[in-house]
């Protein structure tokens, strides 16, 4: 898990996280006298998946017989954590944060620039914007094994994407005091497939670095291995006493044989397997102010419309019509006037290949 240093990172105790979790499925739970313990009555269902009595004590340091240990390292503890793990529990929050006012919108919006053209206010309007927020857990498996936790923020309809101070907002994992449980289920269904793809990559950037570690400890142990065959084979071939060639032919053809098998089993004791899986979501509604802006590149003008919520010190980044990624820089398309982010319009003079147009075609 990664976890963010600047703040405290409180964590319920066993005992607390046991209580919560039972009574989430209708057990009844009273704390005892004495620190760490409390009676629980569980459902019969519930006793029996968990292999605990339908009542009994609970524990953190079990005193008497029958106490049913909940401390760190409790099979019912454990058991707990890994059925909260592989839930993904979806939360719909709004931040209950003051619109941002006019003079910062314009202010902010003033920073947005068409790279190949010019941007031009046309109107503001308040309202509110819907995010979904993804926290995905990632493995990433080869010759040791690591664990690491990405987040995601899309929008929920456009695949735009706030930046860090309204993202900071929407991390969930220590809450502000900002962030209300909203009134409403919210849903964000269109936000799935920008999520996906932001996912794969984002995992493989945060992966880059460990694949260069396997890649070099790979390349490592390989030399090893060819260096020490290779002196065998010398020793083989120079023998000490007089040998029959064919017998010295022998050795080697069994020691190259031995030396490519061990060369094999390296490749699959490095081969690198990545998996991810969605750990929880967010949908979340920000108040924020919605620009229409009209966009002029040569002849051609398209309006779209910016959006700053509130806390935000720049516009959304907007989805790459080429790529699906965002960008804060767009460049548009001669054609269509397609927005395109650096990867796929590196450069905005003269024409551009645009890959939004390639597709169509
Ligand atoms: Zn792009
Ligand atoms: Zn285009």
């Known amino acids: ?146 664990e690491g936790l990405t987040r995601l923020i899309v929008h929920a309809t456009d695949g735009g994407e706030p930046d860090a101070a309204t993202g900071g907002h929407l991390d969930l994992t220590w809450p502000d005091a900002v962030v209300r449980p909203s009134p409403t289920p919210l849903s964000a269904p269109g936000a799935a497939p920008w999520l996906a793809l932001r996912t794969e990559r984002a995992v493989r950037e945060a992966a880059a670095p460990v694949l260069a570690e396997v890649r070099r400890r790979h390349a490592r142990d390989h030399a090893r291995i060819t260096a020490y065959f290779a002196d065998l084979t010398a020793e083989a071939r120079a023998p000490r006493r007089r040998a029959d060639a064919k017998v010295v032919e022998a050795k080697v053809a069994h020691l190259l044989a031995d030396r490519d098998a061990k060369l094999r089993d390296l490749g699959g004791r490095f081969a690198v397997k990545i998996t991810c899986s969605p750990a929880a979501a967010v949908v979340a509604e920000v108040p924020a102010a919605l620009v229409s802006v009209r966009l002029r590149r040569r002849k051609e003008a398209r309006e779209i419309v910016l959006r700053v919520p509130a806390g935000a010190q720049s516009v959304d980044r907007i989805c790459c019509e080429g790529c699906g990624g965002t960008t804060g820089k767009p460049a548009a398309c001669d054609e269509r006037m397609h927005l395109l982010c650096e990867g796929c319009a590196p450069t905005a003079q003269g024409r551009i290949a645009c890959p939004a147009c390639g597709r169509k075609r």
Not at 14 to 23: G, I, K, Q, S, T
Not at 69 to 91: D, H, M, N, Q, Y
């Open 1 to 146: 898990m990664i976890a963010d240093a600047a703040r405290p990172a409180i964590l319920p105790a066993p005992l607390d996280f046991v209580l919560a979790a039972l009574e989430a499925e209708d057990a009844l739970c009273e704390r005892g006298e004495r620190e760490g313990e409390a009676i629980a009555v569980l459902p019969p269902a519930l006793a029996q998946r968990l292999d605990v009595p339908e009542e009994s004590r609970l524990a953190v340091y079990p005193a008497q017989k029958g106490d049913v240990s909940v401390g760190i390292g409790s099979p019912l503890l454990e058991k707990l954590v890994a059925e909260a793990r592989a839930r993904a529990p979806v939360a719909s929050v709004r931040l209950e944060l003051e619109p941002p006012r006019l003079g910062h919108v314009k202010a902010v919006v003033a920073r947005f620039v068409l790279r190949n053209g010019l941007a031009e206010v046309l109107s503001v309007s308040f309202g509110s914007a819907v995010y979904a927020v993804a926290s995905v857990a990632y493995v990433i498996e080869a010759d040791d094994r690591r």
